[in-house]
């Protein structure tokens, strides 16, 4: 196997998309020589049985097994003494790998490891009952937010008048190889999407496959051409109600390809430094931004209102949600303000379990779940401050007009 991947890494074939679907073979590779297999753990094995418990679980067994063989008082005696020992241990055993892992970490750590010991796990929703097809669903998930071709002409005519920012033209720079190897070993996502290719296949190959993911990335930041394959994703559609009978109780959730958050988290890292570096996002824009969260954004909006009432003024405050914020993002309008980033149209299907939609276009929206995702909607809603007339402050797809 490692013979073909070195073969594989001084290929270079003239096309972008030829090398990636070269660097998709991979799966084949490890379908010929470590094929996936279905298991069943009945019951997966406690992470707080320690070797200590295990041989406090022995003497346990032990001494019962040396019950039933001579059922005395005596050895009763022992076994119940070697049980409760042994049930002692396993509570404080778990006592302390609980403590341990809820001390120091963060609250999303946190919030995962609950989920682990089943607290607070959302419980299994039929899907399969629901009469809608995935097709219809997946109908609704790409058709639903489309913007109507005159909206989005007049939004381009309002962007044609403003004056650009007189700062210099941002151009992506070639991305060294140890860049990238720190990328990719510090993107802790395991899930696989449509390419068939998780972090676990990539991770123990990495010096094979490196110079064929370092080409891919620079000739697509360079050239700003995106891999076609890398364009599809996949979209497992969650319930929103215990039983779904119409298509809009569906919500869409995204699975990114793994290669593809390695080149977005490239590309992010040097569009964000740009635009921070150049203060093109709007100071009253919280979200998605360091040191911009919301206790800033609720200091800020109390702070003014306080403000306008010292100063004897009638202040009416307006909160302006936006519906699926993130899919109405018109590719053609960010492009307007992004001329040197291309985004190409995405397709995308619906999956549940071994059945799948057919693939449909994307025309508005950024995926969500993708590390430049933020970024790409903070610039697209900063065009909402151009024309207001009142105070306001915005908060990822709320806005707050006073």
């Known amino acids: 196997m490692l013979l073909t991947l070195t073969e594989i890494t001084y290929w270079q074939p003239p096309l972008l998309t030829i090398k990636t679907q070269f660097l998709c073979a991979v799966t084949a590779l490890l379908d010929a020589h470590a094929p996936l297999k279905k298991i069943k753990l009945k019951r997966p094995p406690a992470p707080w049985i320690t070797h200590g418990v295990r041989m406090a679980m022995r003497r346990r067994d032990r001494a ?35 403590l341990s892992n809820i001390s120091s970490y963060s609250p999303a750590s946190i919030w995962r490891f609950l989920g682990i010991l089943g607290i607070g796990k959302v419980k299994n929703i ?77 991770i123990p190959i990495l ?46 959730i995204p ?12 590309a992010h890292k040097q569009l ?44 009416v405050l307006a909160l302006v949600d936006f519906s699926n914020a993130f899919n109405t993002v018109s590719h053609n309008i960010l492009l307007a303000n992004l001329s040197h980033l291309m985004i190409s149209p995405t397709v995308q299907l619906v999956r549940l379990d071994d059945s799948s939609s057919s693939w449909r276009d994307i025309d508005c929206g950024v995926p969500q779940g993708g590390i430049i995702s933020p970024l790409l909607f903070s610039i697209f809603i900063h065009l909402l401050t151009q024309n207001l007339q009142c105070a306001y402050h915005l908060y990822t797809g709320l806005a707050n007009l006073f």
């Not at 019950?67 to 396993?90: D, G, I, P, T």
């Not at 080409?215 to 050239?223: F, K, P, V």
Request: glycine content about 4%; proline content about 6%.
């Open 64 to 98: 019962f097994r040396q019950y039933r063989r001579h059922r005395s008082e005596e050895n009763w005696c022992l076994f119940k003494a070697a049980r409760n020992r042994c049930n002692q241990m396993v509570r404080n055993a778990k006592r302390r790998h609980i």
């Open 126 to 202: 039929d899907v399969h009952g629901a009469t809608i097809g995935l097709d219809d669903i997946n109908k609704h998930f790409t058709s639903v937010t489309m913007i109507d071709h005159q909206t989005r002409c007049r939004a381009m005519n309002i962007l044609a008048g403003l004056s650009r920012p007189n700062i210099n033209t941002f151009h992506f720079s070639s991305v060294p190889l140890g860049e990238i190897r720190k990328v990719i070993l510090s993107i802790k996502y395991n899930a696989t999407g449509c390419d068939n290719i998780n972090r676990r296949m990539i």
């Open 207 to 252: 010096d094979q496959l490196l110079p064929i993911m370092s080409h891919i990335i620079n000739a697509s930041l360079s050239t700003g051409i995106f891999p076609s394959l890398w364009r599809r994703a996949i979209a497992i559609p969650l319930p929103k109600i215990p039983n779904p009978s119409l298509t809009k109780h569906f919500r869409p």
């Open 255 to 266: 699975i990114p390809l793994f290669l593809l958050k390695v080149l977005e988290a490239c």
């Open 272 to 315: 964000s430094e740009h635009v921070h570096r150049n203060n093109l996002l709007c100071p009253l824009q919280s979200g998605f931004r360091p040191s911009h969260s919301t206790i800033t954004a609720l200091l800020k909006v109390t702070g003014d209102i306080r403000a306008g009432m010292e100063d004897s003024n009638v202040t």
